[in-house]
């Protein structure tokens, strides 16, 4: 076998094997899809190495993305921010570490958080699917791991979906999430949007609550005594 021939084989093998070997696209640009709720925001990526797990863990890739937005408009229904990510299409995958400065300008408390990776905007977003190659840095990863300054919980319900927990955001409130992800050639999108909180009523407005409860109750209950004409009506009494 030449030895042209030879090559011709084994290179595409390699490819295929250890993606990790291919030239990567590059992350072009970022933009706030139309269909996204009112929102500001900029997105800038910088690309210094165009390849998937460029440095061996725990080192974390010298790409970055920094996002800077903030959300207006109130949830419920779920309000969402569509970032589409325009990639260069260069047979591969680009790792991404990247940082997000999130305002909440909703009027409304979030308790949680969730971000999607797939591909589309809007009503014609689909859900990126295990295994082709677009992911927050699954299996590989993540290295380091998840981090926000609010959230004390990073779920990763599978390699595309983050649910964020264990924090509040007030209304007003600005929070940072710093996550890692593989980067799809040709383009993909990210998607996030927040929950609002459930009010629950403070342990002091529950206590007031029940001491009240049991005041009442206290009152409908008072032993009567019987008055000078031997009636047994309770005398009205009126707590101090
Ligand atoms: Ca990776
Ligand atoms: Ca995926």
Redesign the pocket.
Known sequence: MSTIRYLCILVPFLLGVFPSLTQAGPILSGVLTPSSVPHTATVAPTTLIVD??PLPPPAISPNTVTIVKGFIAAPPPPPFLDVFFSVAITGGIT?YLVTEIVTNSTGVPWDSYHMILGFGEGAGFTKSIPGDTLDF?VP??PFPPFFSDVFGTATLLDEDEILWSSGIVPAGGTLTFVFPL?AFDGGFTLREFPVASVSVPEPGTCLLLITGLLGLLGFRFLPTKPDRKGSSEASLTVPA
Do not use: K, L, R, T
């Open positions: 998937n797990d790792e840095d590989d990863g593989d």
